[in-house]
């Protein structure tokens, strides 16, 4: 699709299965399982998205999937059957992964940035070898020096190939890294996760990240994952959200729902939905 003069593409690194109680929190299954239907072992499905960018002179990777360096028994544990897609998905958008000039990590999560390296001869390497690699600073202090609680959501090698190699550019709050394309901090999640605003001839669109990992949790703001690690913040980060993307008609662009890649959200009678929209 177009945002103005900027052109953006959503593509896959496939799909997980995830745990319907932990992407839904407090919520009861008898009202979460109206809108995703769970398996027998209690699983959602779950699309691992990126978002490519192409702004003018500058070719934009928004988060990288699981990567292709997941072992066996992980991919089993999560219901994937393949992953490590992303280089072949830029080729068949005509992008080689050595023109990718910037790579933006909304949080560093291993379902976000495990396709930030690849292997070479055993040995994790930058999967885009020429890009800038941009994240939080303090999200990156929280990846590199984890807790007993997040520990498990970080791996060393998607993070410590990129700083070796002199690639990684770390950012402190709101930042304008192309002329059409920003970071916003939305916070939740975890304290330094961002969101990625792109605009253009008075349109915008936002990549979401895990701020509303399915399209139903910018509909019903309790409905908070057990995995963010404030679910308050989380609630009031999307409560200016929902306003201004109602207010302003911001395209919102979804990194994990299965069945909506991107929607309008709408507000009626005081009840907000999603209006997908279909890609060309």
Known sequence: MRIGQVEIALLTDGTALVDGGGMFGVVPKMMWERVLPADDLN??????????????????????????KMQQRSMKVMGITETGLLPD???????????????????????????????????????????????????????THPN?????????????????????EL????????PHVRTLLTPGHTPHHQSILIESE????????????????????????AYDLDPVQTIET?????????????????????????GYLRSESGRYRIDPVESR
């Open 89 to 143: 998905r830029l080729r068949e958008q005509g992008i080689d992964p050595g023109k990718v000039t910037l790579v933006v990590n909304s949080h560093l999560h291993f379902d976000h940035n495990g396709g930030n390296t690849r292997l070479e001869e055993s040995r994790p390497v930058p999967t885009f070898p020429n890009a800038t690699y941009i994240a939080q600073r303090g999200e990156w202090e929280a990846a």
């Open 238 to 262: 999307r409560q200016w959200v929902q306003r201004w993307a109602v207010e302003e008609g911001i395209l919102l662009v979804f990194a994990h729902d299965p069945e909506i890649n991107m």
């Open 148 to 168: 007993e609680r997040t520990k498990v959501s970080y791996r060393p090698d998607n993070l410590l190939p990129i700083q070796e190699s002199a690639r990684l």
């Open 43 to 68: 699983r959602i499905p779950m699309r691992i998205n990126s978002l490519l960018i192409r702004d003018g002179e500058h070719t934009i990777v928004v988060d990288t999937g699981f990567g292709g």
């Open 171 to 178: 950012i402190e709050g709101n930042s304008q890294i192309t």
């Open 202 to 225: 008075g349109k915008r669109a936002l990549y979401v990240g895990d701020l509303a990992c399915y399209a139903v949790h910018l509909e019903r703001l309790p409905w908070v994952p």
